[in-house]
């Protein structure tokens, strides 16, 4: 009986943490397309008043598929680790956002959640 109880809180403790995996491209010389199609394409504006985040959705022209099956679900961005922008998606909806940010740090991190692959990360 407490080897099945056991069991069972394994798999949950799998599931949730392959879940909450966040993806990124190591080497973009060497990328898949599977890669290239999830990773957040991100465009900086400078802006008078801040910066302008541009996102679709797959670079050097490989787009992630939007249907019923397979879709974006959300983008969100970090500056420097903290929320400060995000947009929802459904599956007839194109995975595109614009986010003006007032830059606080070095670094904005762009996520995206694929509903069958999970989170994807591109940093600028
Ligand atoms: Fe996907």
Same mark, same amino acid.
């Given at each position: ?41 991100? @465009?900086? /504006?400078?802006?008078? #008043? $801040?910066?302008?985040?541009?996102? *679709? ?7 992630? +598929? ?6 974006? @679900?959300? /983008?969100?961005?970090? #500056? $420097?680790?903290?929320?400060?922008? *995000? ?7 194109? +995975? ?29």
């Amino acid at each position: 009986m407490s080897d099945t109880v056991e069991f069972d809180n394994a798999v949950t403790e799998i599931n949730e943490g392959t879940a909450q995996e966040v993806h990124s491209i190591a080497d973009f010389d060497t990328a898949t397309d599977f890669e290239l199609k999830h990773t957040p394409n991100v @465009e900086v /504006i400078e802006g008078a #008043d $801040g910066q302008i985040i541009k996102v *679709s959705i797959g670079l050097k022209g490989i787009s992630h +598929p939007q249907t019923e099956e397979h879709y974006i @679900e959300w /983008i969100r961005v970090f #500056d $420097g680790g903290e929320p400060v922008g *995000s947009a929802e998606f459904g599956p007839a909806d194109e +995975p595109v956002a614009s986010f003006e940010v007032q830059r606080s740090s070095s670094q904005i991190a762009v996520q995206a959640l694929c509903n069958l692959h999970g989170i994807w990360e591109a940093r600028v």
